[in-house]
């Protein structure tokens, strides 16, 4: 009898499955939208970058062109400099760094000049201090892993002056009320032992770090103002020395190290994201990373902070090499970027910093398809969001190409304009077709017959990266010719080993530039009764975003 019953339940598991392929594969991915259907705007979660060394935003060249970010990447809107204040010989902010006769010889004025360079593209810096320089330390140890000062301060006096005079020469520099519009953060993955480590051991170090946030914390209120924007990122995607959840308890509920009252100022709380490679997630998902943090915070009494991903995206390419910018060239990227920004938005994440955008990184170069969908989502930022279901999904739960294909819809209400986005994500970078859609529109305007509609399509058609990919196999290219995952899309340097190479690459610039070009194209739609209709097909891997002017 249990046999039977064993059989016709997989019987049934089997047809159902196998109806649901069938349905993918004969009938389009079915979405409804309903422009009546209104939500709340939707976040620019694009709006931060990584820098790892302040020092590409020294000097002039493209930084003398104020207009450069506007034009090329209007989505950023901060910058996050990295071990801002210090943590070894090339980054402390003195005029002799490793002269320890004299503690106070303090020079900011190359991370003066990274800031005035930010600023004057519109954008805010973010400056992560916290890694203490050599000199207060006696016996500084230095992280193999990041090659910077891992302990804290002999005194902690002496760093509280040091982190004060700082906030007093960025006052003097930006004046008060620009200050206090950045950001600041007290160390990188704070629970990290290869940022920040006592002895490694657990205790220790988390004493430390409340220690070092507090009195950093102060040091800055009483430069910059009682609401300087600070608070801390932690690692939390992978377990650290100690757990991130007691900061949090500390800064609520702890006695301040630093002034002895209860708890310290405390405004973002920010977690590293990174996938092992392309298709091959983090053991803990990005949603779980940020929910541990906020429920936590919330638990502590903490209703009103800012949620976000201070740096990551994906380890290793196809190669297992490490990725120079964290993201790969293959049109694959695009549909991740597309599902990465959906889940964002829908559980409320307030951003996700990402590294580099072009093949020199940011600064020219030529655009990688996370630029491209980057800009295509900001068109959709700000505007207000809208119900977009996935009818197939209910129809078809066990199929995969339906789950992963999905849409973002808004309305910009000013100027009666309809927005979707849709992606077709794949885990396999490899995979190869089309992805069939319908879309069915409602709420628009019910006296309109016609109305415009433009096409922005992310594909390899679009995408600079297989032709280089092809390239490399005519110039005899190979694996052992990359310091860095061949996968990886900044290129120049530090990923090609050999100069002829590189020269090869550049050489190709004009060619590969126009590899890289978007095509909008515009048409018109007809409607009906306040209803209109699209049917089309998404390349695998792609994204595509379709305005409608003037339909609301």
Known sequence: MFKRLFLCLFAVLFLTENYATAFVENHQVEFKVNAAERGAAIVNVADNINVWNYQMWLGTKDRDFPGYFKKYLP????????????????????????????????????????????????????????????????????????????????????????????????????????????????????????????????????????????YTVDALQKAIGKDVFVGGHSMTVSDGLWDERDFISHCATGKNFCTGERGTRLCYLSSSYYDITPGRYADKPLVECISLLREHAKKEGFGNLIYGV??????????????????????????????????????????????????????????????????????????????????????????????????IAAIDKRKGKLYLMFYAYSDSVFEKGERPVSCHIEGLNKALRHAIITRTLVSDDTNFFDEWEQDQKKQCITDDDFGWSKSSFVIDYPTLKKQQHIDYFRSRKPFYSRCAELKPQTTSIALQEGCASLTFSIPIHGVVLYEIENVL
């Not at 790969?328 to 996700?352: E, P, S, V």
């Not at 990402?354 to 630029?371: A, C």
Request: net charge neutral; hydrophobic share 40%; aromatic share 14%.
């Open 75 to 214: 989505f950023v809107k901060y910058v996050q400099l990295m071990m801002a204040a210090g943590g070894n010989a090339e980054r402390d902010l003195f005029d002799n760094p490793l002269n320890c006769d004299t503690l106070t010889d303090y020079n900011f004025s190359k991370l003066i000049e990274a800031c005035r360079n930010i600023t004057k593209q519109g954008l805010i810096p973010h400056l992560k201090i916290g890694n203490v320089p050599l000199k207060y330390t006696t016996a500084p140890k230095i992280s193999k892993a990041f090659g910077v000062n891992v302990l804290p301060p002999d005194s902690y006096e002496m760093w509280h002056a040091y982190v004060m005079e700082l906030g007093k020469a960025l006052v003097k520099e930006f004046g008060k009320k620009n200050v206090r519009s950045w950001r600041f953060g007290v160390l990188t993955e704070y629970e990290n032992k290869d940022w920040f480590s006592v002895n490694d051991n657990p205790e220790e170090t988390k004493a430390a770090y409340f220690k070092l946030y507090d």
């Open 310 to 407: 201070d740096e990551g995206r994906i380890l290793q390419g196809v190669d297992k090499k490490d990725l120079v910018p964290r993201a790969i060239g293959n049109t694959w990227q695009a549909a991740y970027d597309a599902r990465m920004f959906k889940t964002l938005i829908d559980h409320n994440i307030d951003y996700f910093s990402q590294w580099y955008f072009t093949t020199r990184g940011i600064w020219g170069g030529i655009p990688s398809v996370s630029l491209h969908v980057a800009n295509l989502f900001y068109t959709l930022a700000g505007n207000i969001r809208i119900t977009a279901e996935n009818l197939s999904l209910m129809q078809s739960p066990f199929n995969k190409d339906v789950s992963n294909t999905d849409c």
